[in-house]
Each structure stands twice: as structure tokens, then as C-alpha cells.
């Protein structure tokens, strides 16, 4: 191989590389409007709401979820069972389609906050890390809200 082509290798390995770093930044998922309830006196489970919504050309998936205001923090479903609402975890997480926007909201996909570690009060906010199968980690903050 001559100089001269092995130069025009690296720059195609460069460019590809460049081109990849683009194309992942492009797909990350655009996660809105994080909140959880507050907490009454004594409690010490809370629930986050928050809108995912996938990239265009891509889907991808909220396997879990994390902050430091709590020990466990898993991803529910409430769903009505007659007359009973039932909260069942979802091990497999939160699909989002390809282009499509997943609202987590009070009575049905929802983040559950369990064995929190201080009291959440309405106006402050808590930083949630939320874990994607491909975006991968994204921080948001989330306001804290009255229930
Ligand atoms: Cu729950």
C-alpha cells in the first residue's frame, strides 16, 4: 500500500468513526415533563410520571430507572381489576415505538419509588436516572408535585 493510500484509509476510518458519533447523538430518546408526588407525612413510597419520546427512525426501550431519594425504583402498570386498581411491575420495561411518545401518568405506566430515603416535598425537584436500550442513561430532573 502507498502513503498516499494509506492516508485516504485513515481518513475514511475518521470520517466513518465521525459519522457514527453523529448518528448515535441523533438517536437518543426526548424525555418531558418528569414529575413525583410529593410524599404525606410517614410515607415513604412515591410514584414519577414523565413523556419518552422515541427518534423517528428508531424505537428503544426503558429497561429502569434510578434515584438517589430512593433504595428501589421499579416500573409499574395500575390497570383496573373490576373494581380494583392493581399495580403489576414490568419486568421488560416501557417500549417506545419508532417516532411513537409514551406518556407515563397517574392510572397507568408509572415509575414507583419505594424505601425513599427522605421526604419528598411539593417545589423541589430530584434528579432521575433512567436507563435506555439504546439512548442508554439520560438524567432528568423532576419536580416535585403536590399528590
Ligand atoms: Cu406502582
Same mark, same amino acid.
Given at each position: 500500500?502507498?502513503?498516499?493510500?494509506?492516508?485516504?484509509?485513515?481518513?475514511?476510518?475518521?470520517?466513518?468513526?465521525?459519522?457514527?458519533?453523529?448518528?448515535?447523538?441523533?438517536?437518543?430518546? @426526548?424525555?418531558?415533563?418528569?414529575?413525583? =408526588?410529593?410524599?404525606?407525612? #410517614?410515607?415513604? !413510597?412515591? %410514584? /414519577?410520571?414523565?413523556? $419518552?419520546?422515541?427518534?423517528?427512525?428508531?424505537?428503544?426501550?426503558?429497561?429502569?430507572?434510578?434515584?438517589?431519594?430512593?433504595?428501589?425504583?421499579?416500573?409499574?402498570?395500575?390497570?383496573? @381489576?373490576?373494581?380494583?386498581?392493581?399495580? =403489576?411491575?414490568?419486568?421488560? #420495561?416501557?417500549? !417506545?415505538? %419508532? /417516532?411513537?411518545?409514551? $406518556?407515563?401518568?397517574?392510572?397507568?405506566?408509572?415509575?414507583?419509588?419505594?424505601?425513599?430515603?427522605?421526604?419528598?416535598?411539593?417545589?423541589?425537584?430530584?434528579?432521575?436516572?433512567?436507563?435506555?436500550?439504546?439512548?442508554?442513561?439520560? =438524567?432528568?430532573?423532576?419536580?416535585?408535585?403536590?399528590?
Amino acid at each position: 500500500m502507498s502513503n498516499e493510500s494509506k492516508v485516504m484509509r485513515q481518513l475514511q476510518i475518521i470520517v466513518g468513526v465521525l459519522a457514527m458519533a453523529a448518528g448515535s447523538a441523533a438517536l437518543a430518546v @426526548d424525555v418531558s415533563s418528569a414529575w413525583v =408526588r410529593a410524599t404525606p407525612p #410517614g410515607s415513604s !413510597v412515591s %410514584a /414519577g410520571f414523565l413523556t $419518552i419520546s422515541a427518534d423517528p427512525e428508531q424505537p428503544d426501550r426503558l429497561l429502569g430507572a434510578k434515584t438517589v431519594v430512593a433504595s428501589v425504583t421499579e416500573i409499574h402498570e395500575s390497570r383496573m @381489576d373490576g373494581e380494583m386498581m392493581r399495580m =403489576r411491575r414490568l419486568a421488560d #420495561g416501557v417500549a !417506545v415505538a %419508532a /417516532g411513537e411518545t409514551v $406518556i407515563l401518568k397517574p392510572g397507568g405506566i408509572h415509575l414507583m419509588l419505594l424505601q425513599l430515603q427522605q421526604p419528598l416535598v411539593a417545589g423541589e425537584g430530584i434528579e432521575l436516572e433512567l436507563q435506555f436500550e439504546r439512548a442508554g442513561t439520560v =438524567r432528568v430532573e423532576a419536580e416535585v408535585r403536590a399528590p
